[in-house]
């Protein structure tokens, strides 16, 4: 099972990038960056004390006349863990890769750094990408993105649609990897979200909902927002498996049917937000639940 983490919202709004507030054109890809700096720390690029510890030397990106920002930040907190931040809204237009010969992906990608360490300490590294694969697969799944879409910058200035710059290319080779290995993981962690999404070898196998109780016998939680401009018919838009109706907001939580591709669920407006991303309280066949609204079209 692919391993779940927490993305943190926090915005940098102090940064230029943040306070011009353009949205890209459209979104066709992902750029990942590494920091070209020996500090693993995130507390260097953000300034969260409480969560990362304080920033040395008020070097954070979130202060005026700081020409840059990407949409995410993967590195280690104050307790040396692994986190992943959210420093722009998903759609800005970032300024994460500048320009080359054929243009910006900065009008067309999302793009994230990971925090460089001194390149020499392999479970950094393991711990490090396993969270970006995650990432891709998170971004990924939010666009209809396909692993093959993800890009190092030095390969998206190989392109003509970044500047000249080595990363993370240069740390992938110093740990005998490269970056068709970093898609080959994005896949990995897509599969893996898709397995869950349709209930995993245990639903089709045996009829398990996860919780150990048939479907029949789960209720949904109580929805925590409504909107209602989310009311309305959707839609399931999956473009193979079905859709796991969950009793709650999240892919640990228990199934309670599945809902085939191209079949229709009616929202009331209630929903539940997890790391920013909208579970939708629907009614579907007589069953109501939660279902991932990056796999519902509205009609």
Same mark, same amino acid.
Request: proline letters at 2%.
């Given at each position: 099972?692919?391993?779940?983490?927490?993305?943190?919202?926090?915005?940098?709004?102090?940064?230029?990038?943040?306070?011009?507030?353009?949205?890209?054109?459209?979104?066709?890809?992902?750029?990942?960056?590494?920091?070209?700096?020996?500090?693993?720390?995130?507390?260097?690029?953000?300034?969260?004390?409480?969560?990362?510890?304080?920033?040395?030397?008020?070097?954070?990106?979130?202060?005026?006349?700081?020409? !840059?920002?990407?949409?995410?930040?993967?590195?280690?907190?104050?307790?040396?863990?692994?986190?992943?931040?959210?420093?722009?809204?998903?759609?800005?237009?970032?300024?994460?890769?500048?320009?080359?010969?054929? /243009?910006?992906?900065?009008?067309?990608?999302?793009?994230?750094?990971?925090?460089?360490?001194?390149?020499?300490?392999?479970?950094?590294?393991?711990?490090?990408?396993?969270?970006?694969?995650?990432?891709?697969?998170?971004?990924?799944?939010?666009?209809?993105?396909?692993?093959?879409?993800?890009?190092?910058? !030095?390969?998206?200035?190989?392109?003509?649609?970044?500047?000249?710059?080595?990363?993370?290319?240069?740390?992938?080779?110093?740990?005998?990897?490269?970056?068709?290995?970093?898609?080959?993981?994005?896949?990995?962690?897509?599969?893996?979200?898709?397995?869950?999404?349709?209930?995993?070898?245990?639903?089709?196998?045996?009829?398990?909902?996860?919780?150990?109780?048939?479907?029949?016998?789960?209720?949904?939680?109580?929805?925590?927002?409504?909107?209602?401009?989310?009311?309305?018919?959707?839609?399931?838009?999956?473009?193979?498996?079905?859709?796991?109706?969950?009793?709650?907001?999240?892919?640990?939580?228990?199934?309670?049917?599945?809902?085939?591709?191209?079949?229709?669920?009616?929202?009331?407006?209630?929903?539940?937000?997890?790391?920013?991303?909208?579970?939708?309280?629907?009614?579907?066949?007589?069953?109501? /639940?939660?279902?991932?609204?990056?796999?519902?079209?509205?009609?």
């Amino acid at each position: 099972m692919t391993m779940e983490y927490k993305i943190i919202k926090h915005y940098l709004t102090k940064n230029g990038c943040y306070k011009a507030g353009k949205k890209r054109t459209s979104t066709t890809g992902i750029v990942k960056h590494s920091t070209g700096a020996n500090n693993p720390y995130l507390r260097r690029y953000i300034d969260d004390p409480d969560g990362l510890g304080k920033n040395i030397g008020n070097n954070h990106w979130n202060m005026a006349g700081i020409a !840059k920002c990407v949409h995410f930040f993967i590195g280690l907190d104050k307790n040396g863990d692994i986190a992943i931040y959210q420093t722009l809204p998903l759609d800005y237009r970032c300024w994460g890769c500048g320009s080359g010969s054929k /243009g910006s992906y900065n009008n067309t990608h999302v793009q994230y750094e990971i925090c460089e360490d001194g390149l020499a300490d392999a479970k950094y590294f393991e711990k490090a990408f396993a969270a970006a694969a995650w990432l891709d697969a998170y971004i990924c799944r939010q666009y209809g993105l396909k692993a093959s879409a993800v890009v190092s910058h !030095k390969e998206a200035h190989e392109k003509g649609y970044a500047s000249n710059h080595g990363d993370c290319d240069h740390w992938l080779k110093k740990q005998g990897k490269t970056m068709a290995w970093a898609r080959a993981k994005a896949q990995e962690a897509i599969s893996g979200a898709k397995d869950e999404k349709a209930g995993g070898v245990g639903d089709k196998s045996s009829g398990s909902n996860g919780s150990g109780a048939s479907p029949g016998t789960v209720k949904p939680e109580a929805a925590k927002s409504k909107d209602p401009k989310l009311a309305g018919t959707y839609t399931v838009a999956t473009k193979t498996d079905p859709l796991a109706l969950r009793a709650g907001a999240g892919t640990g939580k228990a199934k309670i049917a599945s809902l085939a591709k191209g079949s229709t669920v009616q929202c009331y407006g209630y929903y539940t937000a997890v790391s920013g991303i909208k579970w939708l309280l629907v009614t579907a066949n007589g069953k109501t /639940g939660f279902v991932h609204c990056g796999y519902l079209k509205k009609q």
